[in-house]
């Protein structure tokens, strides 16, 4: 201690750096985890859309064949209503069945992506 007048005493002056510097690597680390949290979520939710956009544009495809084969069909039975032959309705008859068939397998793999829509869905709530 510094006596300057008798009866009076001054103490050292601590340096401030310590706990600037401490208060400056608090706030920093409190900044990062902010940063790695709003990352992970930001990806995550990235994943999400990713994906959604993914099922929706296989929707879509699925939705436009499955509209041009409904066409198809349409025309298909237009010409056996106006075919007056057996032989162009049985070649109609044909095409008409393959329309069918064709209408199935587009809905059987629209059932499928919607199940993987489901699945996904389900998936990306849990981890959200």
């Known amino acids: 201690?510094?006596?300057?007048?008798?009866?009076?005493?001054?103490?050292?002056?601590?340096s401030i750096a310590a706990p600037v510097t401490g208060s400056l690597l608090i706030i920093t680390a409190?900044?990062?985890?902010?940063?790695?949290?709003?990352?992970?979520y930001f990806s995550s939710i990235r994943y999400s859309m990713i994906n959604f956009?993914?099922?929706?544009?296989q929707g879509i495809k699925n939705s436009s064949g499955l509209n041009?084969?409904?066409?198809?069909?349409?025309?298909?039975?237009?010409?056996?209503?106006?075919?007056?032959?057996?032989?162009?309705r049985r070649i109609a008859y044909k095409g008409i069945s393959e329309k069918i068939e064709r209408i199935k397998?587009?809905?059987?793999?629209?059932?499928?992506?919607?199940?993987?829509?489901?699945?996904?869905y389900r998936n990306n709530s849990v981890h959200s």
């Open 1 to 14: 201690m510094i006596r300057l007048f008798p009866g009076t005493s001054l103490k050292k002056k601590q």
């Open 30 to 40: 409190i900044l990062m985890v902010v940063i790695l949290i709003s990352l992970y």
């Open 53 to 57: 956009t993914e099922q929706a544009i």
């Open 68 to 88: 041009e084969e409904v066409k198809d069909l349409l025309n298909e039975t237009e010409r056996l209503i106006g075919s007056s032959s057996n032989p162009e």
């Open 105 to 120: 397998e587009i809905q059987e793999s629209k059932k499928f992506n919607d199940k993987n829509v489901k699945k996904s």
